[in-house]
């Protein structure tokens, strides 16, 4: 029973299904590595051709039915050979506890790099998102009050809510501005700001409740500072507000690099980031030429540590670098000999 209800307040806090409440979004914890969903400004924001990128999030298992969510990305640096044109894809699904709640979107990211000076290691960017998300719940995995006889539950009895249906749907449009300095091996200083939601869409699925998905704002930053040629430390932060809600999000990561040229890439980070008064995650991550692969895992300090016993979430990302209308790379170049 107790399950059960864990299960009905998660979801009627979510989704206004008992109480009028306040959408809020996805996001990821690893933010260094999930551009796209950062800020619609990094969009393009890499030294290749073309990027693709995968992440998957499992979280919440100990409390309910696993919270999944997966990411696929793709986009592309100097579009058709357009000085600073970035254009990009993005596609998410997430679903959650026992209702199997699913939302799945799809947006186009555009952006545009602009240098600050004339090496071209300093550059303001901007970029817009536009696209869809779709919200669908199993209202015949929830229970309702209305449900109950005054002794036991029946599933044949009207649960009482005025519903629009099992499905919403609404228009996503988000923009985000970012300032990068480039430095030497792979270095970089990072400063922006992403408005999210900027429509505010009605998610509710009830007909006498609204639910607006507020606009969520989003700081970021990290500044990688060279110890020698070889090692790093990169502090980094995030503060995100939501309506009533904020997150803030500040760590480090200590990276060390093998290798840095345009033949070859070899370095690996490791680090922890604390969120204020809800959680910590450690991460990992290598980088080998066109790969680059990351690893996270949350702990839960918050209240619901008791529920969650410290459990939090598991964050796994690859990404693939690809050239594409750029000369071939030549290792090895024969000698001709000499008679």
């Given at each position: 029973m107790r399950h059960l209800i864990l299960s009905i307040a998660i979801a009627s806090l979510s989704l206004g299904l008992s109480i009028p409440s306040q959408g809020q979004d996805i996001h990821f914890s690893q933010f260094f590595l999930t551009d796209l969903s950062t800020d619609p400004s990094l969009t393009g924001r890499f030294d290749s051709d073309y990027r693709i990128s995968g992440v998957h999030r499992v979280q919440w298992r100990s409390v309910t039915l696993p919270y999944s969510t997966f990411q696929f990305t793709a986009d592309a640096h100097d579009f058709q050979q357009i000085k600073g044109l970035g254009l990009g894809l993005r596609i998410m699904n997430d679903r959650a506890g026992d209702s199997r709640f699913n939302t799945f979107s799809m947006a186009a990211l555009i952006s545009k790099a602009t240098p600050m000076d004339d090496e071209g290691r300093t550059e303001l960017r901007s970029g817009l998102s536009i696209g869809f998300t779709q919200k669908r719940i199993d209202f015949d995995a929830l229970r309702f009050d209305a449900q109950y006889d005054g002794t036991l539950y029946?599933?044949?009895?009207?649960?009482?809510?005025l519903l629009r249906g099992d499905k919403v749907s609404h228009l996503d449009v988000h923009a985000g501005l970012s300032v990068i300095r480039y430095q030497q091996r792979g270095r970089m200083r990072l400063l922006g700001l992403s408005i999210w939601n900027l429509s505010t869409p009605d998610v509710s699925f009830k007909q006498d409740v609204s639910v607006f998905l507020r606009q969520r704002h989003s700081v970021y930053g990290e500044y990688s500072v060279g110890l020698d040629d070889n090692w790093d430390i990169?502090?980094?932060?995030?503060?995100?507000?939501?309506?009533?809600?904020?997150?803030?999000?500040?760590?480090?990561?200590?990276?060390?690099?093998?290798?840095?040229?345009?033949?070859?890439?070899?370095?690996?980070?490791?680090?922890?980031?604390?969120?204020w008064n809800d959680g910590a995650y450690i991460c990992f991550g290598f980088e080998r030429d066109e790969w680059i692969f990351g690893m996270s895992y949350d702990v839960n300090l918050s209240p619901l540590e008791v529920?969650?016993?410290?459990r939090g979430a598991l964050e796994l990302t690859a990404i693939y670098l690809m050239d594409v209308f750029r000369e071939e790379?030549?290792?090895?170049?024969?000698c001709l000999r000499i008679l």
């Open positions: 029946d599933a044949s009895l009207s649960d009482g809510e990169i502090p980094s932060g995030r503060m995100m507000w939501q309506g009533p809600y904020q997150e803030y999000l500040l760590g480090t990561r200590i990276r060390h690099t093998w290798e840095y040229s345009a033949l070859a890439k070899r370095r690996a980070y490791i680090g922890a980031l604390a969120r529920a969650s016993r410290n790379r030549v290792l090895h170049r024969k």
